[in-house]
């Protein structure tokens, strides 16, 4: 029987239910997870503190808040329906937790450490390339939204830039520098993270973030009684 004399026709009249499912903004999580993460891991770039076995000791809250935290929050980003948080979420979840599994293998003497007196380091150096390369292009694509994210995703993207090319050239001095623009990109994700989660609380904006006249206009879908309705992205 053909699909289409299965179908019964409805009458334009007959009341329909619609079922909406809440959901949290995701970059909310997603934004302190990347704020934590980095800047554990650029502060140890920067020189601030550590030895040898630091990034051992580092390990569990890289993998699970920078990691996997930010993992997960760009696959209910994807939920929501917002690009650019689930490719920012989903790709720097996904680095720290490749970061992290790297200084296992080291530790289990799979492969050698580079010899900490050079920076020359081009395995990493050439992931930093392709960090840095999508999310210049995250970064673009957020001046579409908010200032804060904007200069949140630059910070990041030139941090990642920095750190490729002091990876690649063996330039310790170069990578202490992308460690600090790192960490100053840290800052501005736990901004922005805590800008979204007091609107979130409050019902209205708190902390600046310097929204876009296009998300200033976006309609809102109201949260009343029952579910709360799922709107396109995170304004």
């Not at 409805?10 to 990347?34: E, F, K, M």
């Not at 948080?85 to 289990?108: C, I, N, P, Q, R």
């Not at 520098?177 to 994700?189: R, T």
């Amino acid at each position: 029987m053909p699909y289409e004399s299965m179908q019964q026709p409805v009458a334009p009249d007959t009341p329909h239910r619609i079922y909406l499912q809440p959901i949290a903004a995701p970059s909310i999580l997603g934004l302190y997870a990347l704020a934590g993460g980095v800047f554990v891991v650029s502060t140890n770039m920067a020189h601030w503190y550590g030895s040898s076995e630091t990034m051992l000791l580092l390990i569990p809250f890289v993998v699970f808040f920078g990691g996997l935290a930010q993992f997960l929050a760009g696959m209910w980003a994807y939920k929501a329906r917002d690009g650019l948080a689930t490719v920012l979420h989903g790709m720097w979840g996904s680095f720290f937790m490749g970061y992290s599994l790297l200084y296992l293998v080291f530790e289990f003497g799979r492969t050698a450490v580079p010899v900490p007196t050079t920076a020359l380091f081009p395995d990493i150096g050439v992931c930093f390339i392709v960090l840095a390369a999508i999310t210049w292009v995250i970064a673009g694509a957020a001046a579409a939204e908010s200032r804060s994210l904007t200069s949140t995703m630059v910070l990041l993207a030139a941090g990642a830039t920095l750190a490729a090319i002091g990876l690649l050239a063996g330039a310790d001095a170069l990578t202490v520098i992308a460690g600090w623009v790192l960490f100053v990109s840290s800052l501005f994700a736990w901004y922005t993270a805590s800008a979204l989660l007091l609107e979130d609380a409050c019902g209205r904006e708190i902390w600046g973030l310097g929204k876009s006249k296009r998300m200033k206009e976006a309609p809102q879908v109201m949260t009343g009684i029952g579910e709360p309705g799922v709107i396109h992205g995170q304004a």
